[in-house]
């Protein structure tokens, strides 16, 4: 399956985006969805995940309060609204589809990975 990542770009900070994945085939609504990011010379870390009903969500201490992940399964869409954003979160943003029904804070529980969308926070 095919994800596609957009939504990223620059913004000042508490300014806010919104972030999109979208896949190639419907079969994504059978697992749960989730969002990582990377800034280079670090590990890749957990941001946000959503269950495959969207029942059920997890997010990073560093972005609770200020992010929230949703999913559109007619649009096989998730979407990571971001807002009061931080300079420490500029970073490359990935989707992911979990191997899983439940959202996991593991990078190694995913098993199909967008392209990455920059976003940059100034101060």
């Known amino acids: 399956v095919q994800l596609q990542a957009s939504g990223g770009g620059l913004v000042q900070a508490g300014g806010s985006l919104r972030l999109s994945c979208t896949a190639s085939?419907?079969?994504?609504?059978?697992?749960?969805r989730g969002w990582l990011r990377q800034v280079p010379g670090k590990d890749r870390e957990f941001v946000a995940a959503?269950?495959?009903?969207?029942?059920?969500?997890k997010y990073a201490d560093s972005v609770k309060g200020r992010f929230t992940i949703s999913r559109d399964n007619a649009e096989t869409t998730v979407y990571l609204q971001m807002n009061s954003l931080e300079p420490e979160d500029t970073a490359v943003y990935y989707c992911a589809k979990s191997k899983s029904w439940d959202g996991s804070i593991y990078d190694s529980d995913y098993d199909s990975w967008g392209q990455g969308t920059q976003v940059t926070v100034s101060s």
């Open positions: 959503i269950s495959m009903t969207g029942g059920r969500t």
């Open positions: 085939r419907r079969l994504v609504n059978s697992y749960a």
